[in-house]
């Protein structure tokens, strides 16, 4: 099961947003939506990652000035996974690629091209 692919489970429709979106309009697409990351998207390439946590943990804070956008606050460079790449490969990514703790998901990506993205519960559903 492990060495089963990416590709075979991640979710192939992702939503995405672009950097120039205010972060509260991003905010609203997550809460919309009820996801925890929207990629960043420019000319279809990923440029950058928001997740919930940070973007409304900031707004709670009132870190953000009226007309912030994406661009100012979105990770980046981006840890990513390819369709081929396995899900023992994914925890294992997700485990070691952050620097603040676990990755919850990995934008896949073939080439530059968003493909997917896979999250800790499509792994856990997997699984089990």
């Known amino acids: 099961m492990l060495n089963k692919k990416v590709k075979d489970i991640m979710t192939s429709e992702v939503i995405t947003t672009t950097s120039d979106v205010d972060v509260v309009n991003a905010f609203e697409k997550l809460m919309e939506y009820k996801i925890s990351s929207l990629p960043v998207l420019e000319d279809d390439k990923l440029v950058g990652i928001i997740t919930a946590t940070d973007v409304g943990h900031?707004?709670?804070?009132?870190?953000?000035?009226?007309?912030?956008s994406v661009k100012e606050i979105m990770i980046s460079p981006v840890v990513t996974v390819s369709p081929e790449d396995t899900i023992e490969t994914a925890i294992k990514v997700m485990k070691e690629g952050a620097s603040s703790g676990i990755l919850n998901q990995l934008p896949v990506v073939d080439g530059e091209k968003l493909v997917g993205i896979i999250s800790d519960g499509d792994i856990i559903q997997e699984i089990f």
């Open 58 to 68: 900031n707004l709670i804070l009132d870190k953000y000035e009226l007309g912030t």
